[in-house]
């Protein structure tokens, strides 16, 4: 049963444009959403993250969105550059279970690639 | 630098051999986890560990076992390999949840 859906596995966008990566998730439990940034032979790295009280966080060229009532999130990337192309997973934790700080929900990753 | 050390980078098993990946990390976190990422399937947790001698089992702990007895490190051993377990492994600390840093891997494979 995958709680956290990522339903498109690439994305191609011109290089300037908005990218604009979706995830979905089942469990209304999550309270905590956050995105990874991944290249080839390396771990993921955190890239920006929400709290299920917020609607929308922003930080530089990347904002990410939260719709609770749709368990949907979006990850918008604007100006998208070259350097961005990588795998991006959506991740989501329950921080009121116990010890679930500790644990992370993966989606399945998409890969986006900005062409010049 | 700071950060989460894995080693090795690569390895390749036999079924029914044994190992230990090590994880090493300097940033005195407290919570360190296990993470096993196979094609289509994302990221997914093996066991994690919210302080020295405390561990519980994640989403996938069939055939792997840990156990921290210092702060520093959280290794993860295969008593006895599968072909099943071939996957790139990773290893991620945290400040109580917060900030994760994953180390860059190690891609196993078991023949």
């Known amino acids: 049963d995958q709680q956290v859906k990522q339903n498109s596995p690439s994305l191609s966008v011109q290089e300037g444009r908005i990218s604009i990566l979706n995830c979905d998730y089942t469990n209304s439990m999550f309270d905590y959403f956050l995105w990874y940034k991944k290249y080839p032979a390396e771990g993921p790295t955190f890239l920006i993250s929400?709290?299920?009280?917020?609607d929308k966080n922003e930080d530089g060229r990347f904002t990410v969105f939260l719709n609770k009532s749709a368990k949907h999130l979006s990850l918008h990337i604007v100006p998208s550059q070259p350097g961005d192309s990588a795998v991006y997973f959506c991740?989501?934790?329950?921080?009121?279970?116990?010890?679930?700080?500790?644990?992370?929900?993966f989606g399945t990753g998409t890969q986006l690639k900005v062409e010049l | 630098n700071a950060g989460v050390t894995q080693t090795p980078k690569f390895q390749v098993l036999k079924t029914g051999q044994s190992m230990t990946l090590q994880c090493a990390q300097d940033m005195n976190h407290e919570y360190m986890s296990w993470y096993r990422q196979d094609p289509g399937m994302g990221l997914r947790l093996i066991h994690y560990?919210?302080?020295?001698?405390?561990?519980d089992q994640g989403e996938v702990p069939n055939g792997y076992n840990v156990s921290r007895s210092t702060t520093e490190d959280f290794p993860l051993r295969l008593l006895s390999a599968a072909p099943s377990q071939t996957s790139v492994y990773f290893c991620a600390s945290s400040f109580q949840g917060w900030g994760y840093t994953f180390g860059s891997g190690t891609r196993l494979t078991v023949v």
């Open positions: 929400i709290s299920s009280i917020k």
């Open positions: 991740a989501a934790k329950w921080v009121g279970l116990a010890g679930g700080g500790n644990k992370l929900t």
């Open positions: 560990s919210v302080g020295a001698g405390i561990t």
